[in-house]
C-alpha cells in the first residue's frame, strides 16, 4: 500500500516564537489523525533545532526545504546533508519551483540534491509542475516526463516522494482541478520504476479542497504552503475526511 504524507511547506515564514506558537494550536489535533499519515512540517534553517526537540515524541517529521550535494565545503548559504540528519530531519524538499525559478535551480542540481539526501537517510520531496504557459502549449506531459528523467538519474525510488506542483496554482487560490491532478500524477507515476512512490498534489491546497484531491485514487498526499501557517487550516487538512 502507498503511503499518505500530507506536508507543510513554510517557506519563509515564522521566526522560532512564531513556530512554537502554531505548535500549541496544532499539536493537539493530532489526536484525531489517523495513524498511517505521515504529517511533515518542512520549515526555515533557523526553526528546525527547536522544532527537532518540540516535536520529538509526536507524530510530525521534520523537514527542510533544500540540502546542498557536498558534505562540507565552500558553499556559502547552503546547508549539508550531514548537518540536517544530525538534528533529527527526516525529509526535505527538493527543486521546488521558486528554487528552480528564483535560485537557477536545474534538473541537473536537483538530481544531485536527490542523491545527497538520500546519501544521509533523508526522504526527497521532489517537485515537478509546470507553468500556465507550458499548460496552454500542451507540453505538460512532456516537460514533466524530462524532469523525472534528468532528477532521478541513479536515485533510489524506494525513499522518495514526489509532488506535482503545477506552477500556475501556487500561491494564487487557482488549484488544478482534482481529477486533472490526479491524471498527471497517473503520468507521473508511469515513468517510475517503483510504482509506490508516494505522489502529492500542491498547489492552493485549502481546508474547503483537500477532501476531493485525497478522494482522488492516484493522489497520496499534499504539499501545502499558504494553509500550513495556520494551526486550524492546517489540522483540518491532515485531518481530512476520507
Ligand atoms: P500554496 O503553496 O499551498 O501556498 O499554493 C504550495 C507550495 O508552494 O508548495
Redesign the pocket.
Known sequence: MRKIVIAG?W?MFKTQAESQDFLTGFLPTLEETPPEREVVLCVPYTDLSILSKSLHGSLVQLGAQNVHWAESGAYTGEISGLMLEEIGVRYVIIG???RRQFFGETDETVNLRLKAAQKYGLTPIL?VGETKQQRDAQETESLIIGQLKQGLVDVDQTNLVI?Y?PIW????GDTCEAKEANRVIGVIRSQLTNPDVPIQY????KPNNIDEIMAQPEIDGA??????LEAADFARIVNYLQ
Do not use: R
Not at 169 to 172: E, H, P, Q, R, S
Not at 202 to 205: E, K, L, P, R
Not at 223 to 228: D, I, Y
Open positions: 511547506n517557506k521546488h519551483s521558486e517537485c509532488a506542483e496554482a501556487i500561491g494564487t500542491g498547489g492552493s491546497v504539499l501545502v504552503g499558504g494553509a500550513s
